[in-house]
């Protein structure tokens, strides 16, 4: 996926909506901005599917050698699907965070929380602000 | 000097048949051991141990000692951990036959001597603190503080009272807000302002009739007197709220002021630190704690009392929180800080404090012009330099000034600690180091400073290992030896 | 003063260096009004020579497992330590060093609690070991909480034949945590199984176990890790080090989580502490595991070399979410153990475990020998055992041993009510024939004294 198609929080994590079978459907994953400050990943802790998610809530962790950073849910819904593999190649997450680094899949049930989301422009002027 | 073929891992030394201690047979008549122990809990063979000769287990572990710093053979200013000099005569004294081989469960009548010792140790830490009521059972600093949490939490329970809070400040340490969680209470965090001590007004904003305990480490871990804890034990207490004192840092005020009298209503020592306790490659420590006469009856059981002229370990007390640790508690610490407090009498403590606090405040102003000590021109017993400058101006952390001091043969200050100041440098003297070596420390650290920031990121230099792989470690856990 | 080097010309430089006129400025901020004002009302100084005679005369007045005759036990055990183990760990190098903070100066600490680790997961059969906890009683009750969190469930199953004071410190710590502490008992000397059963749910985080239990019987592990695991619960096993000599380890008994007392491996009684806290467990659960842990890796050299790893567990980093409060470890002890269990060897700790074995069922058929004595329980026993007096004076028969030089047992009333006719008594490989022989004697020295009495 093109990062020009997706949408971020503002806590670093993107999401991209699509329908399947009449439902939508949101993968969710972490940017290149966030992996990068997070630098060095040794570990990463994930959901079950059939855990229910909620928008701004703590979903996994992932950690460095000596920090532990939250990972919050952009969108509300249930998981349906986990990169089980992601844990142990994070590597994936530095070279392919758009694509094979997804960390959850989110079957929507309530799309007010994407209101909240940025577009990838204003996610790089918030990432130029932070840096 | 380090012999390399003893140090390889002590599996990788063994071999089948070889042996240091060895047992006589049995000198009662044997029986099999199936007629003993039924099969389903017999071992079909002992753990697969290394086998080794006493010749070997000598030569390998004194090696690896020889791959330590420690408090007897360098200076080490690590920051919040008090290494002062451990007294060789605190060591032989604990190891005698009438202390080290008392078993916990002998009678009251057995150890009269020491339940003496650990009654007037109670006393004695009674009165550094002024706080009257005291527990030698926490097992260390952070035990204390979470056994203190729960007299808290019971003594509010039997007040009819729910306060779900504990307020702890940025600057504090990690233990702080665990062991406030792990007492069932939910940790919240005071701001600190811009002189490093706690903001009032953000004490203020969160402050209410929810709030149990405020814990504060004064002098703070910034190495400041928080000259406000009056103001905020009041108000605190005007809310029905119980002050915690983090004592880690008490080695700057022994006789000087008492946290009972600075509004404290409960605080833990550590002997380890403050009385010179060894601190055992990472323990044992010990964590006695002491509280306000109406806090008393809550503190774990047993306590040591005197009646009628005898000692004696005392259970009936009906308002306990119970036991927090096996047995009496880590009695081996607390006699050396017994002989430590004996040694040095109500003088000799408070010259202790004054030279803690004269060396860290010359050591400080000897760094300043060169590694900025943002929270103030003078410090308690230590203090908190940052190279964030450096950081900027040459690309030298306060991990690369670090590891190049052990090149220089120092142990390195506690870096990254409090977590309020960026490229923070903590540096603790203590009383038992000559002005000699703190010259020598701060000419050290001027040179480093001075150095080309490649050399730093690449040090140390001339350490047994250079700086590992921490990514790896911890990526691909290996946590014990293997063979292959 | 004792340990401080400044001169009054020292002092004098560097106040002058500080700009400060007087130590006593340097306090300033300390406001007065919070200033002690008189000096603390502590003894006065003691020297060197007065300080050793004033122990010394304090020690006199205690009466130490080398002077009476020690069968006393209940978690804390007087085994014999080699020469070695104290030689060693008395190196200024290990007991004068601290946590390694710098892991380029602190290699010997760091491989002495990596090959600890692996000793403890050779000894328990487990997969993984921290670097120690505080002691085994801190253990127990970290080990409950390590399966409440792994199983998210807050009930914790544990048996009347655990140590009394390891159950009262998980009540303690329960008292203000949303988690049920459940004790089954254990009327013949061990857990009754179809009790034990019965209160296993859904919501049981772990059953927590003792192998051999307080009494000194031999449980009947398997069947109870069965029981768990079929109730998708844990099982914790607080075992006795020395015995697994010739007792199957934990980890092949079906434990996940293994915790021991390990004072036994090299370290005095020192009347309860310091001592030494054994976890480990499987691979699955070590990032729930609370306490350090050091790791292998290789330096920029390729060298190999270890670290303390897997610190994001800890509270240094996540505060308030950390796996635990602990901070310290016991490292000066996980030293002693690691050169106990090296110079002993396999074959070294299959004979101390081999002669507490026979020397404790020598002991009972001693003991038992005077009708009035009797085995409380008739369960296989490892080093320890529970006699009942049918007269039920068991205080007075303690007593009377202990005027004959014996420390002869712990009664248990003080835990247990309905067994305050009974005392527990241990043997460990020190105890030799002729003092075993003593114990019996004076037993029924006591038996016949009060007899007398009574008459």
């Known amino acids: 996926m093109n990062p020009d198609e997706l949408l971020f929080a503002e806590t670093h994590e993107w999401a991209k909506v699509v329908d399947e079978d009449g439902a939508k459907v949101a993968t969710v994953g972490i940017s290149a901005f966030a992996v990068e400050q997070l630098t060095d990943l040794v570990y990463m802790e994930l959901p079950s599917v059939g855990t229910a998610v909620e928008a701004g809530r703590e979903f996994g962790e992932v950690e460095s050698v000596k920090a532990v950073s939250p990972l919050y849910s952009p969108v509300t819904g249930e998981i349906i699907a986990v990169n089980t593999s992601l844990p142990d190649s994070l590597e994936t997450l530095n070279a392919d965070p758009y694509n094979a680094g997804w960390i959850i899949k989110v079957k929507l049930t309530n799309e007010s929380s994407l209101a909240k989301l940025l577009d990838y422009a204003a996610y790089q002027k918030q990432c130029a602000e932070e840096g | 000097m380090r012999n390399t073929r003893a140090t390889q891992p002590i599996f990788e030394l063994s071999k089948p048949g070889r042996r240091a201690t060895r047992f006589p047979r049995p000198d009662v008549p044997a029986r099999p051991i199936e007629d003993l122990l039924p099969e389903h809990c017999r071992a079909a063979a002992p753990p697969p141990l290394p086998e080794l000769t006493e010749p070997d287990v000598v030569r390998h572990f004194t090696n690896l000692s020889t791959l330590n710093m420690s408090v007897d053979t360098h200076f080490y200013p690590l920051g919040s951990c008090t290494m002062k000099h451990n007294p060789k005569r605190n060591e032989r004294l604990a190891n005698l036959p009438g202390i080290a081989d008392l078993h916990p469960y002998q009678p009251d009548e057995t150890v009269q001597g020491l339940l003496q010792l650990l009654y007037e140790l109670q006393d004695m830490f009674a009165e550094i603190s002024g706080l009257p009521a005291v527990s030698l059972q926490p097992a260390a600093g952070a035990h204390g503080e979470l056994t203190a949490l729960m007299v808290a939490a019971a003594y509010f329970d039997d007040l009819g009272e729910k306060r779900t809070k504990v307020l702890v400040p940025d600057s504090a340490h990690g233990t702080n807000p665990a062991s406030a969680r792990m007492a069932g209470f939910d940790a919240v965090t005071i701001k600190s302002d811009p002189r490093g001590l706690v903001d009032l007004d953000d004490l203020r904003s969160k402050l209410d009739e929810q709030v149990g305990v405020f814990m504060i480490t004064n002098p703070s871990t910034l190495g400041i007197f928080d000259d406000q804890v009056a103001e905020i034990a009041d108000r605190v207490h005007k809310e029905g709220g119980l002050i915690y004192l983090d004592g880690a840092n008490m080695n700057a005020i022994l006789g000087i002021a008492r946290p009972g009298d600075f509004g404290a209503d409960m605080m833990h020592y550590n002997p380890h630190k403050t009385f010179s306790g060894p601190h055992g490659g990472g323990g044992p420590g010990a964590g006695p704690i002491c509280v306000t006469d109406k806090l008393g009856p809550y503190l774990p059981s047993p306590v040591v009392c005197q009646r009628d002229g005898r000692f004696a370990l005392d259970y009936e007390r009906a308002k306990s929180i119970g036991r927090v640790r096996a047995f009496f508690g880590n009695v081996g610490v607390l006699v050396r800080a017994y002989c430590y407090i004996r040694t040095h009498g109500p003088d000799g403590l408070r010259r202790a404090s004054e030279n803690a606090v004269l060396n860290a405040n010359y050591l400080l102003s000897r760094v300043k012009h060169f590694l900025p000590v943002p929270h103030g021109e003078r410090c308690m017993h230590e203090f908190v330099a940052t190279a964030s400058e450096l950081k900027k101006t040459k690309g030298i952390s306060a991990m690369d000034i670090a590891k190049r001091l052990l090149d220089f043969g120092y142990h390195a200050p506690t870096v990254y600690f409090p977590l309020t100041v960026s490229e923070s440098m903590m540096i603790e003297p203590t009383e038992s180091e000559s002005k000699e070596t703190l010259d020598a420390f701060a000419e050290a650290l001027f040179r480093i400073t001075d150095e080309a920031a490649d050399l730093l990121h690449e040090a140390p230099h001339t350490t047994p290992i250079s700086r590992p792989n921490e990514v790896q470690a911890a990526r691909n856990p290996v946590l014990k030896w293997t063979s292959c | ?455």
Request: net charge negative.
């Open chain 3, 1 to 455: 003063m004792p340990y401080t080097f400044n001169t009054p010309e020292d002092q004098q430089a560097m106040l002058d260096a500080i700009g400060a006129a007087s130590i006593e400025e340097l306090f300033a901020p300390i406001p007065s009004s919070l200033r002690l004002k008189r000096p603390l009302d502590i003894p006065a100084a003691m020297g060197e020579l007065e300080l050793t005679q004033h122990i010394q005369t304090l020690a006199a007045k205690n009466e130490h497992a080398g002077q009476k005759i020690c069968f006393l036990g209940g978690g804390s055990y007087d085994h014999f330590v080699p020469a070695v183990v104290d030689a060693i760990a008395s190196r200024g190098e290990f007991y004068t060093s601290y946590t390694p903070y710098q892991p380029e100066v602190s290699q010997g600490n760091l491989q002495v609690t990596f090959e600890y680790q692996t000793l403890i997961c050779q000894l328990t059969g487990m997969d993984v070991s921290n670097a120690s906890l505080y002691d085994g009683g801190s253990a127990a009750v970290e080990a409950a909480l390590l399966c409440m969190s792994v199983t998210k469930r807050s009930r914790v199953v544990t048996t009347a034949s655990v140590h009394p004071e390891y159950r009262q410190i998980i009540e303690t710590y329960f008292t203000h945590l949303n988690a049920e502490l459940v004790t089954v008992g254990s009327p013949d000397g061990v857990v009754s199984v179809e009790e034990l059963a019965n209160a296993v749910d859904d919501n049981t985080a772990c059953v927590l176990l003792q192998q051999p239990n307080f009494f000194g019987c031999v449980e009947e592990a398997e069947r109870v890790a069965r029981i768990a695991h079929d109730r998708g619960a844990l099982l914790v096993v607080s075992c006795d080090p020395i015995s697994l000599g010739v007792m199957k380890r934990p980890g092949d008994a079906g434990a996940d989580v293994v915790v021991a007392e390990g004072q036994s491996l090299g370290t005095p009684m020192q009347y309860g502490g310091p001592y030494l806290g054994i976890m480990a467990c499987r691979e699955q659960f070590v990032r729930r595991m609370p306490g350090r842990i050091a790791g292998q890796t290789v330096d920029r050299r390729g060298t190999r070399c270890w670290v303390l790893t897997l610190q994001t567990r800890e509270q240094h980093i996540r505060r308030e979410k950390a796996t635990s409060n602990i901070c310290t470890n016991q490292g000066l002890f996980a030293l002693r153990a690691a050169i106990y269990l090296s110079a002993l060897g396999p074959q070294g700790l299959r004979e101390v475990s081999e002669l507490c074995l026979q020397k404790a069922h020598y002991a009972i058929e001693q003991i038992v020998a005077d009708d009035r004595f009797e085995l409380a329980f008739p369960q296989p026993v490892f080093k320890e055992f529970v006699i009942r007096d049918t007269k039920g004076k068991v205080a007075e028969v303690l007593a009377e041993c202990h005027e004959l030089g014996i420390l002869a047992g712990i009664p248990l009333a003080k835990w247990y009510p309905d067994l305050a006719d009974c005392f527990l008594v241990t043997v460990t490989e020190k105890r030799t024939k002729h003092e075993i022989d003593q114990l019996a004697d004076s037993l029924t020295r006591a038996s016949v004294t009060d007899s007398v009495v009574s008459v």
